[in-house]
Every structure is written in C-alpha cells, then in structure tokens.
C-alpha cells in the first residue's frame, strides 16, 4: 500500500482544515488506517485510527477528542481527518499510517506503510 498525505496549511487558531490520505492497492478496504503526528522536539503521536472495512470503529487521542474527525472511503481509496477548533498545539507533521492487524492499534510501531506527511500549522 502506497499513501499520499495532502490538505495541510497555515490556519489561525480556532480554525479548521481537512487532511486527505490517497492510497493505492486493491487491498485499501482490509486496512486499518491511522493519522499520527510529529511536532518539533516531540516523539510521533496517536491522533486518530479508522477500523478497516465499514470505518465503524474509530478511536481518538484524548488531545483530539470532540474536535477531530476521521472517517473514509474504500471506494476512493482515500482516508480524511477533518479538523475543527484547532490549537496552536495541533502545529506539526501530519502522517497516515495503514495497519493491516485486526485490532485498532495506537502504537506506531504497529503500522506497516506511511505516508510522507503533510505540515499544519496553527497561529494564535
């Protein structure tokens, strides 16, 4: 599985942006598929995980919770993270990462394939 991550920019505080994860492959529907993010300084992070198929399951960071969505669809291959009422804590890497495991993982050392990433940046 190949992953292209887009949608990242420059926001103000309280803001909102909409990330994008392409992903080729016929397999796209078996995956789980996660954003994580990186800041300066900072190990990468669990932001949010989508179960594979149906998208029913979703898990979020309790730093996102109420505010980010992620959500996908197998016929476009593609996997979104929107994002509303951002903080300038949210500044940092975005990447969408695929797990092919049965169970929803939040460690990133769980995901075979990522993406190359996309820069958000919040200013307050």
Same mark, same amino acid.
């Given at each position: 599985?190949q992953l292209?991550?887009?949608g990242?920019?420059?926001?103000q505080?309280g803001?909102?942006l909409?990330l994008?994860?392409?992903?080729?492959?016929?397999?796209f529907?078996s995956y789980?598929?996660?954003?994580?993010r990186?800041a300066?300084?900072?190990?990468?992070e669990?932001?949010?995980v989508? =179960?594979?198929r149906s998208?029913s !399951?979703?898990? $979020?960071?309790?730093?996102?919770? %109420?505010?980010f969505?992620i959500? +996908?669809d197998n016929a476009?291959?593609?996997?979104v993270l929107?994002?509303n =009422?951002?903080k300038p804590?949210d !500044?940092a890497? $975005?990447y969408?990462?695929a797990? %092919?495991q049965?169970?929803?993982? +939040?460690?990133?050392?769980?995901y075979a394939?990522?993406g190359?990433?996309?820069?958000?940046?919040v200013?307050s």
């Open positions: 599985v292209q991550a887009s990242g920019g420059l926001v505080a803001g909102s909409r994008s994860c392409a992903a080729s492959g016929r397999t529907s789980n598929m996660g954003w994580f990186q300066p300084g900072k190990e990468r669990f932001v949010a989508v =179960s594979s998208g !399951t979703k898990l $979020y960071s309790d730093s996102v919770k %109420g505010r969505t959500s +996908r476009k291959n593609t996997v929107e994002m =009422s951002l804590e !500044t890497v $975005y969408c990462a797990d %092919g049965y169970q929803l993982n +939040r460690d990133s050392n769980e394939y990522w190359q990433g996309t820069q958000v940046t200013s």
